[in-house]
């Protein structure tokens, strides 16, 4: 299972990499191996502004299906068109590369300071190992 160190966690199994004042939000190795393979990733807040943890989307596996939340407040700007069913189809990629190509959505940062309150690797991998 990867951790990689560019990026920060929360106690939901989502991720997020900050690139100025933009980041990307996913789900973990661990969660889409637990989740197994995903048929489907719903967002429907694009263009609006989510206080952090609260729900943006919803990711469907085979077997349940599960709520996204927001890690960081900010304004939803994308959803990766590589997973979106109208556009690459392929939810798959969450599966295959996480932390890639699999990214589910991009915001801007409301309030940068929020990243401060999430877990590093080694915080994230305690709880998961």
Known sequence: MEFPSNLKYTAEHE???????MAYIGITDFAQSELGD???????TIGETLDK????????AVKTTSELF?????????????????EGDNPTLVNS????????????????SDVNDLM?????K????
């Open 15 to 21: 991720w997020v990499r900050v690139e100025d004042n």
């Open 97 to 112: 590369d996480p932390y890639g190509e699999g990214w589910i959505v991009k915001i801007e940062l409301s309030d940068p």
């Open 120 to 124: 590093d690797p080694e915080a994230y």
């Open 70 to 86: 927001i890690p960081v407040s900010g304004k939803v700007l994308e959803f990766n068109p590589a997973i979106d069913e109208n």
């Open 53 to 60: 943890n609260e729900v943006s989307g919803t990711v469907e």
């Open 126 to 129: 305690a709880i998961v190992a």
């Open 38 to 44: 995903l048929v489907y990733v719903e967002i429907e």
